[in-house]
């Protein structure tokens, strides 16, 4: 089968085990060593053979750990592992690809010649999109779609004009990881000249048995966050088409 | 388990079979009538049950279809096959909300009063990423994603101001059923200053056998072009950082 002794970086989905993909499953029933993040359920873990080593590597808002330490140490363990012959499963919420830094992982297996492979998933966007009947994209209405993170730079948002751009042209927006920055985010847009009324939806444990939704708008997404409190992990999607069918 | 005489509207994902969600292949398994999309290959609809009517109703570019009387026809059988207390798959492309006209059919199904889910599948430009090693995001390079399609109105790109902002910004774009208008596509981006080194990926039957790259810029799209003739269905990713790892 050729797959002895490989890295498979893989996309776990949103939370639901049955939004994993056929591939991922079948990796996951073979692989030792499972290095998995914070947002991997039970459920899925225990779809791995009996035996299986598994691992947290994740990493949570506020829990204190270097960034970059936490990289090099998983970097570290693909080494190790990798090395004893066994088989690794790096399994990521949503797809490794998207905010996922999977990128750096990939570039360091092949800067040390390790077999690797990666499998996509499904993103946390777009099964919010699914599971709450919000468009992302339609025809006549909204023909983009940005995907983009909180990110912020020396206090701004790295992205502020590219997410006002999209959605003044009518298109959505989604933010990954952005339920911490999303009232200054909305303030920042306001000034951008997004219309204060452009609906905002915080969709939180997405495909999971408590998933929900809260609707407000961008003009109060203060006062509502002052109100209440979503759960976390929420993906955020902002536009003026994105309500729910 | 409240699933009979339901329609399922479904991402099959890229192509791969083993790319499709448990979930999928639960419903595959399951469904009475099966109505699938030009790119559902043999191997996935073999995952039905024996007896299950499988009923082609796709569109190809340039079949001559009216594509508001397909859909029409489509919501036509969702109607009939829910009458006749049967349970449908309703199999798309990649995600049926990604440039899948999901949201037609959820709005259907709604005014309807017909019993429906959305199932999310992974999506052509996030599985490209994956088995191209090309990062879509990553840390201090790209923090946001643009999805979009070629679509034009009058003759003029819709989306053409959101791209050549993206581009600029050095974040990457995704463009959907985008072959048949990227040299257009490119030239026009470079009008509006996008710089003409920026890479271009065209990536065909992404996750099959088959699948393969074809790597150029925008300033050498049209002659790549003229000299090559890439398969369909291929996807296109454009942007500074978006080159194989």
New interface residues.
Partial sequence: MGISHLISIV?A?PG????????A??RLKNADVILYDALAGNEILDLAKPGAEKIYVGKLHNDGQNQVERQNSIHAKFLKFSKQNKTVLRLKSG?????G????E??FC?ENNLNYE??????AG??A???F???????GKS???????G?RENGCF??M???A??LN?G?SAVIYMGLNILADLACALIKNSVESSTPVQILSNISRINQSICSTTLGNVSTFLEQNEPDSPATIIIGKHATQ?
Same sequence: chains 1, 2.
């Fill in positions: 996309g989905g639901d085990p049955e939004l994993l993909t056929v591939k499953v079948n797809d490794p690809m998207v905010f830094r999977g990128a750096e990939v570039r092949r990666v499998i996509p998933g499904v993103t777009i099964a999109s699914a599971f009947d919000i468009p992302l994209t339609e025809r023909s983009s779609l940005l995907f983009c993170s990110q790295s992205n004009d590219s997410i751009h999209i042209s298109s069918i």
